[in-house]
């Protein structure tokens, strides 16, 4: 389908695992993104992909590690989760022109335990 | 430092009742203002983008516009199906278009 998916939906897990969230685009667009959303905060960047195989930090980006190697995929890894991460995670993307809207998944809600 | 705020929190309007959404910001050197609608457990849709002020721009029932220090999205006669939380988002002042700043948002509810 086209469009922007994440996997999985809901997850649930404890502290101290590692967990990999996924993001697939296939608008083949060259800018992709991860929020947090959480009460009160608003969403908030973790970090963001200008292309394959660069990164760069955005607002909260400690704790998690991303990267790159295709241009439809910017998976989201908690390395050592903690319950400070419990959060709906949102991956975006958008095409390069800079005015341009970001289109939004349809979230991702964990649980650390 | 850059931020943005919305207001109300929340709105409960009746059918068919006009009100007005609140997007005010501080951000060195405005270079647009976006607009989302958020529906429960969906990623935040766009809506409009703004560049100026004095800029307007229409979809429906909404109509969202811009001055020098706020952004409105007037609802014009709302449905229920217009129930939704609003999210207005801001390019920070540094960093190029890839970080910006979102509101946290205003949850409307509109009852039949």
């Known amino acids: 389908d086209a469009g922007i998916t994440q996997s999985p939906r809901y997850k649930i897990t404890e502290t101290g695992r590692q967990v990999t969230l996924m993001c697939h685009q296939t608008w083949s667009h060259s800018y992709m993104f991860w929020y947090r959303q959480d009460l009160g905060h608003g969403l908030r960047l973790i970090y963001y992909s200008a292309a394959a195989d660069i990164t760069d930090k955005g607002e909260v980006p400690d704790g998690y590690v991303v990267s790159r190697s295709k241009t439809e995929n910017f998976p989201l890894t908690l390395e050592s989760a903690t319950r400070s991460q419990t959060s709906v995670y949102f991956c975006?993307?958008?095409?390069?022109?800079?005015?341009?809207?970001?289109?939004f998944g349809p979230g991702t809600r964990l649980t650390v335990l | 430092e850059d931020q943005v705020t919305q207001s109300p929190e929340a709105l409960r309007l009746q059918e068919g009742e006009s009100s007005s959404l609140n997007c005010s910001y501080t951000?060195?050197?405005?270079?647009?203002l976006f607009w989302y609608r958020q529906d429960p457990g969906k990623g935040p849709e766009f809506l409009f983008t703004?560049?100026?002020a004095g800029e307007e721009k229409e979809k429906e029932r909404l109509k969202a516009t811009l001055t020098k220090k706020e952004s409105f999205l007037h609802i014009t006669a709302p449905k229920p199906e217009d129930s939704a939380t609003y999210l207005c988002a801001v390019p920070k002042g540094s960093g190029g278009y890839q970080k910006v700043t979102f509101g946290t948002g205003t949850k409307l509810q509109v009852i039949p």
């Open positions: 975006a993307s958008r095409n390069r022109d800079p005015t341009d809207t970001q289109y």
């Open positions: 703004l560049y100026s």
């Open positions: 951000v060195s050197g405005l270079r647009g």
